[in-house]
């Protein structure tokens, strides 16, 4: 079992990501002067109590030549956010689906997804196709590509105050 | 890419195992030792392939805030407003996208407050209004990118 000082020194270190060795948790043990079995144990409780969302690696998608990254937003009406949300998960080039509140008048569209591809053509073609096999053409999207990323940093959130992604 | 690379992504994507030797079955997937595979990462990551290799921790549930936020902004005042909204810390992200609606990104602050504070802040700064809009339901598409 790790103390409370050792669990926030163990949040602090993995935040930075796991270390990069053939036995990672041993490593983060002796840095907060515990044992692997119990680093295990916890990452595995913060898992399923999912504290930690994600235990994976972060792809740069621009990086690995998907250059066309689009947000797709659809005014859905309210009560059928979650079955066309459920349309549209099926599709795997639909990397992530939100709703999200309307900001009227401003802005009308409740439900966002993204979808990346090597280039425009493609991401729109793709998304012809959702909507052509789910039968979505009653339903207005909208398809807001990115023409310029200036800023992305790791997610770096900070736990000083038992704070963070 | 190295294949071995491409099946390093393939795999680890939402799966590094919490093991003794975690890099031991994409190992031997590859056909290599598990110290390539951990150089392997290592050069994806130093050449930015990759973006992160770990855990990532939920905002909400350590008590942090973390929103998508929208704003609407006359090309000739972009530059400005673009770098006075990328010099806060709470700012991870920030896309240039073609709508009326033409700078989103992505605010993570270490309380659920922070989040109102920061708008507030940026608003006062750029002198335009922040659009904030919070997840309301999170639709799981699991990570399966394949290269």
Known sequence: MLNTAQQHALRLLIQEGLPLVSRPYACLAEQIGSDEDSVRAILKDWQESKLIKRFGLVLNHHKLGYVANAMVVWDVPDDAVESIAAKLIGFSGVTLCYQRPRRL?????????MIHGKNR???LAYIDDIVQQQNLQHI????????FQYKQRGGRYAVASAGAA | MHISDKL???HLQD???VTDEPFAEIATLCGISQDEVVARIQRLLDEGYLSR????FHAQE???GLTLAAMKIPAEDFERVNQQVNSFDEVAHNYEREHELNMWFVLATKTPQGIAETIRKIEQTTGYPVYNMPKKE??????????
């Not at chain 1, 008048?105 to 997804?113: A, D, G, Y």
């Not at chain 2, 290799?53 to 990532?56: A, Q």
């Not at chain 2, 999170?138 to 290269?147: A, I, K, M, N, S």
């Open chain 2, 138 to 147: 999170e639709f799981y598409v699991g990570l399966r990118f394949t290269l």
């Open chain 1, 121 to 123: 053509a493609d991401v």
């Open chain 2, 62 to 64: 350590l008590g942090g």
């Open chain 1, 140 to 147: 207005e999207h909208k398809v807001l590509f990115s023409t």
């Open chain 2, 53 to 56: 290799f770990g855990p990532m």
């Open chain 1, 105 to 113: 008048p401003q802005w009308r569209f409740n439900l966002f997804c």
């Open chain 2, 15 to 17: 799966g590094i195992p």
């Open chain 2, 8 to 10: 390093i992504i393939n």
